[in-house]
């Protein structure tokens, strides 16, 4: 069996230092050593998970996420359309739940005889880990290689792979204030448009602000109003910016970082905002822009409607929550951020409207990410 005490040795000296990730009691190990060393993020499903180590990456980090087997489906959107498409990679530690011939529950099965599968359909070289040590190192170095190329590489857990390691006290969950929301009783006569929302942005965003557009319109108009080294466009991977930007946020507290959202995709991936509320950088503004549709696919309805924002973030536990009715608010409260520093999510209500002969980003998703990462020092 592996000793989390030399594993984990022999992963920081290959630079490895950023873990994310949901449980499994495979991994249990793993995972207790990364939150022993502070290390963890500890992300409320896998695929955002994924993202958070995506944003880290683009901070300069070389990351870990850990699964379940059975979350590695949750996973598969980022993996195929965000750390393919950007080049992003990550070291992945799947757990083998459901072996053949080994006693598992029914639910692990089917993904215990498809895990590697699953990973070869994705492209994403993968070995079982050996639980002898020196046959583990010389699969890192291996492993190390792949991801120094800009790959991803997972190991396979098998049960028992890994020698029991403690976990430490964690001490008191910390719990925001949450006295800081501003609603307003404003009667808006006209609501923005989105581009007038990311003009604005643009305008107060200094060099060391990081504009990280959602998937879809969102991305294309802000690419269209001009692109600038320290802006990222989402492609695919719905719902995952504001992950993106916690592992961005947490890897380079020197950077402001925006995570401009849509209401379809947080509703996409809602867990993530108490996975930000939790680690509350102060450093991340998240900003939702609330048409109340899915514009990029046509405009169908979401359920927005029906639902208080304000409400779900000041419950998930950020900091300051603010109601923007137009776009001096946001000018101000992008302001007051700047200034007080603290993890702030502004809630802005859009009008319908895509930018005439709106076209898409010329530059390519790795150009782009190169760029971001040449731009803020990371690689
Ligand atoms: C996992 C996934 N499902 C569906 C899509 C297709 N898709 C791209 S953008 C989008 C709508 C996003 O809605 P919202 O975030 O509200 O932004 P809006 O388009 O209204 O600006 C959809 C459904 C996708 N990219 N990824």
Same mark, same amino acid.
């Given at each position: 069996m592996l000793k989390m005490s030399d594993f984990g040795s022999e992963l920081e000296k290959y630079g490895f230092d950023f873990y994310s990730g949901v449980p499994c009691s495979f991994l249990k190990s793993m995972i207790n050593y990364a939150i022993n060393n502070d290390q963890f993020v500890m992300a409320a499903n896998e695929g955002d998970a994924v993202a958070i180590c995506a944003g880290a990456n683009l901070g300069g980090r070389k990351t870990i996420f850990l699964c379940q087997n059975s979350g590695l489906t949750n996973a598969v959107s980022p993996l195929t359309s965000l750390n393919y498409t950007f080049e992003i990679p990550v070291l992945g530690f799947v757990s083998l739940r459901g072996e053949k011939g080994v006693a598992d529950e029914p639910q692990h099965e089917l993904m215990g005889v498809i895990t590697d599968d699953l990973l070869n359909v994705m492209k994403i070289e993968n070995e079982v880990l050996s639980d002898n040590i020196e046959d583990a190192m010389k699969q890192l170095a291996k492993a190390n290689e792949v991801i120094e190329s800009g790959k991803s590489f997972f190991f396979i857990v098998k049960k028992d792979t890994f020698e029991k390691e403690k976990l430490n006290d964690q001490g008191e969950t910390i719990s925001n204030t949450k006295e800081n929301v501003q609603r307003s009783n404003a009667i808006v006569s006209q609501l923005p448009k989105r581009i007038e929302v990311l003009k604005e942005l643009k305008f107060i965003a200094d060099e060391d602000t990081l504009l990280l557009a959602t998937t879809g319109v969102t991305g294309r108009e802000l690419f269209e109003l001009g692109h600038v080294d320290n802006q990222f466009y989402m492609v695919g991977?719905? +719902?995952?910016i504001s992950s993106v930007a916690l592992g961005l946020a947490l890897a380079r507290p020197d950077k402001k970082v925006v995570a401009i959202d849509g209401d379809g995709s947080l509703l996409m991936r809602m867990g993530s905002l108490a996975t930000n509320a939790y680690y509350a950088p102060a450093n991340l503004y998240h900003l939702l822009l609330d048409n109340a549709l899915h514009e990029s696919t046509g405009g169908q309805k979401t359920v927005? +409607?029906?639902?208080d924002f304000l409400d779900i973030a000041t419950g998930a536990g950020y900091p300051k929550v603010v109601q923007l009715t137009g776009i001096k608010e946001l000018n101000k409260s992008l302001k007051s951020w700047g200034e007080q520093q603290q993890l702030t999510f502004g809630y802005i209500k859009t009008a319908k409207g895509i930018k005439e002969n709106l076209g898409r980003p010329t530059l390519t998703p790795v150009e782009v990410k190169q760029r971001l990462m040449i731009n803020i020092g990371g690689e």
């Open positions: 991977s719905m +719902g995952c927005s +409607g029906n639902i």
